[in-house]
T-cell receptor, first 113, second 113 residues
Framework: KAGVTQTPRYLIKTRGQQVTLSCSPI?????VSWYQQTPGQGLQFLFE???????NKGNFPGRFSGRQFSNSRSEMNVSTLELGDSALYLC????????????FGQGTRLTVV | GENVEQHPSTLSVQEGDSAVIKCTYS??????FPWYKQELGKRPQLIID?????GEKKDQRIAVTLNKTAKHFSLHITETQPEDSAVYFC????????????FGTGTQLKVEL
C-alpha cells in the first residue's frame, strides 16, 4: 500500500511569489491535514480537509489556503510569500473521522529567498 | 484552544538506561494521546497511543501512561538503544472533532554508547 506522497520535495521561491504544494493520501483515507514544521515553532497545524470540506483551521493568515479534491488529494497554496514561510510542510492522512493515527508524508521543504 | 507542554526539550541517556518524556495538556475532554517519533530528515511516525479508558499501554520497550486527573501523559522507553535517538512529539487532538493535532514542542533524545 503506497504511503502519503507529497510533491515537490524541495522548492525555492522568491519573496512575493506564490506556491502550491500537493499531497496524495493513502488510498481510502478521506482526512488530510497540513502542518508547518520549523525549528523555532515546532509542528503547527494549518488546516484539515475531510470529504472536500475544510473541517478545522489553524492560526495562520489568509495567505495560506487549501483545498481537497474528490479523490481526496489535497493542495495547499501560499500567496505573497514571506521569508518566514520557509519551513517543512507536512501533510498527514487519516482513515477515520477523528482520533486516529495520522500518517505523514515526507514533506515539502520550502525555502523563500 | 488546546495547550500542550512537553518536557524535557533534550534528554541524553546511556545505552541501556530508561528515558521518560512528559506532556501536560489543558482540555480535560481530550481522550486520545499519541506519541510520534521523528528521525533526522524523516517524517514523524506514530510509535504508540493511548485512549482515556486505560491508564497504561505497553509495546515491547515502549510504554505510555496517562493520568487524566492531573492531565498529563508520559512516554517511557526502557533499555534504550542508539536507534532510539530521535525527536519525540506528544500530541493531543482537537476535542471539537476531526483529526487536528496540537503537538508538544518535542524532545531530542540522544542515546550514547
Amino acid at each position: 500500500k503506497a504511503g502519503v506522497t507529497q510533491t515537490p520535495r524541495y522548492l525555492i521561491k522568491t519573496r512575493g511569489q506564490q506556491v502550491t504544494l500537493s499531497c496524495s493520501p493513502i488510498s481510502g483515507h478521506r482526512s488530510v491535514s497540513w502542518y508547518q514544521q520549523t525549528p523555532g515553532q515546532g509542528l503547527q497545524f494549518l488546516f484539515e480537509y475531510f470529504s472536500e470540506t475544510q473541517r478545522n483551521k489553524g492560526n495562520f493568515p489568509g495567505r495560506f489556503s487549501g483545498r481537497q479534491f474528490s479523490n481526496s488529494r489535497s493542495e495547499m497554496n501560499v500567496s505573497t510569500l514571506e521569508l518566514g514561510d520557509s519551513a517543512l510542510y507536512l501533510c498527514a492522512s487519516s482513515l477515520l473521522g477523528e482520533n486516529t493515527e495520522a500518517f505523514f508524508g515526507q514533506g515539502t521543504r520550502l525555502t523563500v529567498v | 484552544g488546546e495547550n500542550v507542554e512537553q518536557h524535557p526539550s533534550t534528554l541524553s541517556v546511556q545505552e541501556g538506561d530508561s528515558a521518560v518524556i512528559k506532556c501536560t495538556y489543558s482540555d480535560s475532554a481530550s481522550n486520545y494521546f499519541p506519541w510520534y517519533k521523528q528521525e533526522l530528515g524523516k517524517r514523524p511516525q506514530l510509535i504508540i497511543d493511548i485512549r482515556s479508558n486505560v491508564g497504561e499501554k505497553k509495546d515491547q520497550r515502549i510504554a505510555v501512561t496517562l493520568n487524566k486527573t492531573a492531565k498529563h501523559f508520559s512516554l517511557h522507553i526502557t533499555e534504550t538503544q542508539p536507534e532510539d535517538s530521535a525527536v519525540y512529539f506528544c500530541a493531543v487532538p482537537n476535542t471539537g472533532g476531526g483529526n487536528k493535532l496540537t503537538f508538544g514542542t518535542g524532545t531530542q533524545l540522544k542515546v550514547e554508547l
